[in-house]
């Protein structure tokens, strides 16, 4: 039996809240022509709200839940202490547009968060307002863009990306009124630098890197990468996706990075809420600090009280007020936490924890590119002897084990690509847990195909039909279409 | 604090297997040069300890659950019931990702569907997307999505100057690649009317908002037909509290309705994190950026929900794209619907009503003080615009320096010439005491 519609469970005439009475006269209201008629909302009960919600989340998977390796995406366990914190009146209960002298504590917390980031990475400025990794992306390359008009560099038009990047990446530079072109990867899984020189020019714009990338692999030629670049006349884009494995262990800036965004809702443990909010963040070097969107929190001197200001050549704000303010204290909390000696030990870990699972894992699945990872790895899911058993055939059987499967088909440039990050919140008796797994469904790929085909067994429904869905489009309940 | 825990055994055993000695041997790919440096923060501490500092920072704010205050533009502070809050801490919705593996997400899928329900309803608009960032970006979307409706051959928006000045910005960042003309943001005093008349054959679209910036309800007749006789989109920018009183902009023929969901459930938290709803016709599906998710069957036919018409999305179309995006404000959807679903269709009216009947009763007294005008020349929701004896920065140091209350917006800050304007806000969080309370203070600091 499936999870009835909250519409559905309502009648006429049912309701979930009462409001204070009316406790001044009735105004005239406008006229007729302005109001509604219909408001077809539920009408359900408060304790209809409760029973309904509380029985989807027990159709969810959660990092609360069992290990969630699910690659680039940096799944690792969300303090619940940073929940509470979130919730302090103090925090949640303040509007933006309050006068300076009613938020120092916020923008104390701003100011602490942005030079942590910094502390972190070596940049010179942090600008917390954008939204989400992709947010940040778009605002690290408009930053790129405005630089070069800034100087007069208006023919610089061309982004250099791998072919192992985020799908974010290309189309971040097509909304920036940039071109991109591809670079090809080496056969260690580094950008092929021939292929890097062959397309750099006076129309370099700049590059977008992950480092590591996409395969978990450090590309060894970082330092090099940045320096032709440069000499090109172009800026380096870090995509920080990946941060989680470096924290300690290199220094973006130092790296050659002029802008990177930092996920918070991966690197440092605020909730991925089932899709968002994130927070993206970006970092940048001398040569793009003004450029950051604004406003950013301010300090005139040690003593004095804070304020927010937009910075001299802004690219303007990417959003209204400041950012995810409610991400940003979880982050803060974290960081204070752990120190710098935990945020490597938490670096140090994830990258073991990776390693030890690559090292059984390529035992029984294809390792494309066999070094040294960092916090992730990719297999490809394709078994010898079971030629009909595909990626998502093994993920999907995942479920039935009680894990939540890999990310798969990504990177494109691994056919049948699975994507292992298993975080350094995982024990080693989880890790083993999901290894023991792995090594189980590829032997039932050979013996019993059919229980991967037909995966997930025991879950709270079955392979759902996606093409029907894209074909049909059924985007919203309606009271008539019900059979 | 660390959330490690691995014991020194485990790791030497990981180590084992692995086949290196130590940890650093893991990080060799990394340069020499640059490898382990040194980060500058404090040491760890304890939750105890990082809690007393977080609640100290917290105390240093003035809170609104205990300040009286009168500010909206575009944040407002509304009453939360606590089922909603207690929905959002079940950890199986706050600790899972986006719903890749529908097979174990159906919860946050047909959370997501509800929500899409939800805002179609709300709106009277055909399709809504899963969220955007905010009501800022949500506009910019709506501006990429013209656009791209035009097919390129149109690169000129009618952006009223009424429209929150802080979306307005945030459309300007977005586009300052894409080469568009930007026309009617110089005169915010410009009748809908006057911007409809704008539209031409090189428009891609006609943006308002109602009630606008300046709390004023906008008639929104025949602006539908300015638009499309021109082939361009009508997009407006709608308060969702004040949907639960007023007549929705797709029944007025809009093509895009958006805005901030922030009043639906979700805390002001300085700003952020809250939702752009964005909702649009059939028609344009297609075009629309942003998570959706769609009705199917499972493989014993039972009904079910996935994402769909990915294709649209980055990762697919990675530069054809006309959009990054990959995530939704999850959480604050999630809140949203809550809230919608609680609230029901007489709440949500009712929290309309008492916002509309508290503002005007506001209005008129503040009026009635000689110091004050109340400019009442179009009718208004929630908020309205006083015109105050001295700059409305002036009188809101003094509200709350003498009388602790958080005046209104100093409209000052963005439209110069107005410095004298403030923008009051009254919600159901604002009782009659606190009226009173505001207007004896604002003719105690009128001098």
């Given at each position: 039996m499936s999870e009835p519609i909250i519409y559905e469970l309502g009648a006429a005439g049912r309701r979930g809240a009462a409001l204070p009475a009316l406790d001044v006269p009735t105004a005239a209201l406008p006229d007729e022509e302005s109001l509604r008629n219909e408001l077809p909302l539920p009408e359900v009960s408060e304790v209809d709200v409760m029973r309904h919600y509380v029985r989807l989340s027990q159709l969810n998977y959660g990092v609360d839940i069992g290990m969630y390796p699910l690659g680039s995406c940096t799944m690792k366990y969300n303090?619940?202490?940073?929940?509470?914190?979130?919730?302090?009146?103090?925090?949640?209960?303040?509007?933006?547009?309050?006068?300076?002298?009613?938020?120092?504590?916020?923008?104390?917390?701003?100011?602490?968060?942005?030079?942590?980031?910094?502390?972190?990475?070596?940049?010179?400025?942090?600008?917390?307002?954008?939204?989400?990794?992709?947010?940040?992306?778009?605002?690290?390359?408009?930053?790129?863009?405005?630089?070069?008009?800034a100087r007069g560099d208006a023919h610089r038009d061309i982004v250099l990306i791998p072919d192992s990047a985020h799908g974010t990446n290309p189309a971040t530079t097509s909304m920036a009124g940039l071109t991109m072109v591809e670079l090809k990867s080496d056969g260690r899984g580094n950008v092929d630098l021939d292929d890097l020189k062959a397309h750099l020019s006076n129309r370099t714009a700049g590059m977008m890197l992950t480092n590591p990338n996409t395969l978990g692999l450090f590309d060894e030629h970082v330092l090099e990468i940045s320096e032709l670049v440069h000499q090109a006349?172009?800026?380096?884009?870090?995509?920080?996706?990946?941060?989680?494995?470096?924290?300690?262990?290199?220094?973006?800036?130092?790296?050659?990075?002029?802008?990177?965004?930092?996920?918070?809702?991966?690197?440092?443990?605020?909730?991925?809420?089932?899709?968002?909010?994130?927070?993206?963040?970006?970092?940048?070097?001398?040569?793009?600090?003004?450029?950051?969107?604004?406003?950013?929190?301010?300090?005139a001197d040690a003593e004095g009280p804070y304020s927010l200001v937009m910075p001299s050549q802004s690219i303007g704000r990417v959003k209204a007020f400041y950012g995810h303010f409610g991400v940003i204290v979880r982050a803060y909390a974290y960081i204070c936490m752990l120190g710098a000696e935990g945020l490597r030990q938490a670096s140090e870990i994830a990258v073991l924890n990776a390693n030890y699972l690559q090292s059984i894992l390529k035992e029984v699945?294809?390792?494309?590119?066999?070094?040294?990872?960092?916090?992730?790895?990719?297999?490809?899911?394709?078994?010898?002897?079971?030629?009909?058993?595909?990626a998502l055939d093994i993920s999907k059987r995942l479920i039935d084990y009680g894990v939540h499967p890999p990310t798969n088909y990504f990177p494109l440039i691994v056919p049948e690509a699975l994507m292992i990050e298993p975080t350094e919140t995982e024990s080693k008796r989880s890790l083993d847990h999901f290894a023991q797994a792995m090594v189980g469904i590829v032997q039932e790929a050979r013996t019993a195909p059919e229980l991967l085909h037909e995966a997930p067994h025991h879950a709270p429904i079955r392979r759902l039909d996606e093409v029907r869905a894209a074909r049909q489009l059924v985007l919203r309940w309606q009271p008539n279409a019900q059979d | 604090m660390s959330y490690v825990p691995h014991t020194d055994s485990d790791v030497s055993e990981m180590l084992a297997r692995i086949g290196v000695s130590d940890l650093q041997e893991l990080f060799t790919a990394v340069p020499a040069a640059v490898r382990f440096p040194a980060i500058d923060l404090a040491a760890p501490r304890s939750e105890l300890d990082v809690m007393q500092e977080l609640k100290a920072l917290a105390a240093q704010n003035a809170a609104l659950d205990s300040t009286p205050s009168f500010l909206g533009a575009g944040a407002y502070h509304h009453w939360v019931p606590s089922v909603v809050n207690h929905v959002l801490l079940r950890s199986e919705f706050y600790t899972a990702y986006t719903p890749y593996q529908p097979e174990i997400s159906q919860g946050t899928l047909q959370a997501i569907f509800e929500y899409q329900t939800m805002i179609c309803d709300l709106t009277a608009m055909e399709v809504s997307n899963a969220s955007h960032y905010d009501g800022a970006t949500a506009m910019a979307e709506a501006v990429i999505?013209?656009?791209?409706?035009?097919?390129?051959?149109?690169?000129?928006?009618?952006?009223?100057?009424?429209?929150?000045?802080?979306?307005?910005?945030?459309?300007?960042?977005?586009?300052?690649?894409?080469?568009?003309?930007?026309?009617g943001e110089d005169r915010p005093g410009a009748t809908a009317k006057e911007l409809g008349a704008l539209v031409d054959d090189s428009t891609a679209c006609l943006i308002l908002q109602s009630p606008d910036f300046f709390g004023r309800i906008v008639d929104l007749r025949g602006l539908a037909e300015a638009a499309h006789a021109h082939k361009a989109l009508l997009v407006v920018a709608s308060n969702p509290i004040a949907l639960g009183m007023l007549k929705p902009a797709g029944e007025m023929g809009a093509d895009i309705v958006l805005g901030d969901g922030q009043p639906l459930g979700n805390s002001l938290s300085f700003g952020g994190p809250h939702l752009g709803f964005f909702a649009t016709r059939q028609e344009l599906v297609r075009r629309m950026a942003g998570r959706l998710v769609g009705e199917t069957v499972d493989a014993d036919g039972k009904r079910g929900y996935v994402l769909t018409l990915s294709t649209r999305e980055q990762h697919i179309r990675?530069?054809?794209?006309?959009?990054?995006?990959?995530?939704?404000?999850?959480?604050?959807?999630?809140?949203?619907?809550?809230?919608?679903?609680?609230?029901?269709?007489?709440?949500?009216?009712?929290?309309?009503?008492?916002?509309?009947?508290?503002?005007?009763?506001?209005?008129?007294?503040?009026?009635?003080?000689?110091?004050?005008?109340?400019?009442?020349?179009?009718?208004?929701?929630?908020?309205?615009?006083?015109?105050?004896?001295?700059?409305?920065?002036?009188?809101?140091?003094?509200?709350?320096?003498r009388h602790g209350i958080i005046g209104g917006y100093a409209l000052g800050s963005a439209y110069p010439g107005m410095e004298r304007q403030m923008l009051i806000c009254v919600t159901e969080m604002n009782s009659r005491a606190q009226i009173d309370g505001l207007v004896s203070a604002l003719q105690e600091v009128a001098k």
């Open positions: 303090p619940k202490m940073n929940e509470d914190a979130a919730r302090l009146a103090g925090f949640s209960h303040v509007h933006p547009y309050q006068p300076a002298e009613t938020v120092q504590g916020s923008l104390a917390l701003m100011y602490g968060l942005q030079e942590a980031l910094k502390a972190i990475s070596g940049f010179c400025g942090v600008s917390l307002q954008p939204a989400a990794g992709a947010h940040g992306e778009f605002t690290g390359i408009l930053m790129i863009r405005a630089y070069h008009l006349g172009g800026l380096m884009y870090g995509d920080g996706a990946n941060l989680n494995a470096i924290m300690g262990i290199a220094k973006p800036a130092e790296l050659g990075f002029d802008v990177m965004h930092y996920n918070l809702h991966k690197t440092f443990s605020t909730p991925h809420g089932g899709g968002g909010p994130g927070s993206g963040p970006v970092g940048a070097s001398e040569a793009l600090v003004d450029f950051v969107p604004g406003p950013v929190a301010v300090r699945l294809p390792l494309p590119y066999d070094r040294t990872c960092m916090h992730e790895f990719v297999l490809r899911g394709q078994i010898e002897g079971a030629p009909d058993v595909h | 999505m013209s656009l791209s409706a035009g097919r390129g051959r149109r690169n000129r928006v009618v952006l009223s100057g009424s429209v929150h000045p802080e979306y307005r910005q945030t459309v300007h960042t977005y586009t300052q690649g894409m080469d568009v003309v930007f026309v990675r530069d054809k794209a006309t959009s990054n995006i990959c995530t939704n404000q999850g959480l604050n959807a999630l809140a949203a619907a809550v809230y919608l679903a609680t609230l029901g269709k007489q709440g949500l009216r009712q929290v309309a009503e008492l916002c509309y009947h508290r503002a005007h009763y506001a209005a008129a007294a503040i009026d009635a003080l000689d110091a004050y005008h109340v400019d009442q020349s179009a009718p208004f929701f929630h908020e309205f615009v006083v015109s105050c004896p001295r700059p409305a920065s002036e009188i809101n140091a003094a509200l709350w320096d």
